[in-house]
């Protein structure tokens, strides 16, 4: 079954009646970090489109549900002369995926253009609210995420815990260095539908994608799933490419970084449904 809501109260109805009904179900934003298999899913999908937010302009925060799309946020911040959240126009999914994944843009080239500021979302983050497995509305401070790099424990306890809302905290700047901003990330932003989100998690020593190159990993290809040379750390698929075929292709290039270079890679995608 596939249901989209549009409301956070459309969305915990769902996740209610899909628990009371003991099917199985997975809630999803953009669906940029999912590969779902070619079987497809057991049990119902909810598409959280649920999208609205304000601004707490004496606290200099924003309250945003978590359908909502990061990168339209990020813009909307600005327009209220917001600064904080720019690295967002460089992500692609919602703001409750981001937060999920604790998303952090790749600004190493930036610091000597006065990026001081961390570019991981949760770094931002003043509490959220979620519905818990009894089905009860929570509200956690952001340490109870335990945000790790590009993770954090919502990755363990997603049919359990939903995100309805996040608060983040925002900083007044210039219209000008914000607007300098998000150009730059907004240059990271991939368009192509036929790219995948980061593959790999960066390890702490290095990046995913100089490991990817460094194998030879790059140059794999299954099927018609295969190794992006602009972004090694994204797959690009052409033609009729299987979720099979990108999984498998994930699983080569892990093996082969790990025997050319000693390191295990870990996944920053999740694999929905039979294998």
Not at 81 to 90: I, K, P, R, V, W
Request: a positive charge.
């Amino acid at each position: 079954y596939f249901i989209s809501v549009v409301t956070i109260d459309e969305l915990i109805d769902a996740v209610t009646c899909a628990r009371e009904s003991s099917l199985p179900y997975i809630v999803i934003g953009g669906a940029t970090q999912c590969v779902f298999s070619d079987f497809g899913y057991s049990g119902v999908v909810i598409e959280n489109r649920a999208e609205g937010y304000v601004f707490v302009d004496s606290k200099s925060q924003i309250i945003v549900q978590s359908g909502a799309s990061a990168r339209s946020i990020a813009f909307a911040a600005a327009s209220h002369d917001f600064g904080g959240l720019e690295f967002l126009a460089s992500y692609s999914g919602s703001i409750g995926g981001a937060v999920y994944s604790n998303y952090k843009a790749d600004n190493t080239n930036f610091h000597t253009m006065g990026f001081v500021r961390s570019s991981a979302i949760n770094d931002y983050c003043k509490k959220i609210t979620v519905c818990n497995k009894q089905s009860e509305l929570v509200t956690y401070n952001p340490s109870w995420l335990r945000s790790e790099n590009r993770s954090t424990r919502l990755r363990n306890l997603f049919r359990e815990t939903i995100l309805l809302t996040m608060t983040f905290q925002l900083f007044g700047s210039k219209k000008e260095d914000i607007v300098r901003k998000l150009s730059l990330y907004s240059a990271q932003y991939f368009t192509n539908k036929a790219l995948s989100s980061m593959v790999f998690v960066d390890p702490p020593t290095s990046s995913a994608k100089e490991l990817i190159v460094r194998s030879g990993a790059i140059k794999m290809r299954i099927g018609n799933a295969r190794l992006c040379k602009e972004s090694p750390n994204k797959i690009r698929t052409v033609g009729d490419a299987q979720a099979a075929d990108v999984r498998l292709l994930i699983d080569s290039v892990r093996q082969r970084v790990f025997e050319k270079c000693n390191v295990m890679l870990e996944d920053a995608l999740d694999f929905i449904g039979e294998w």
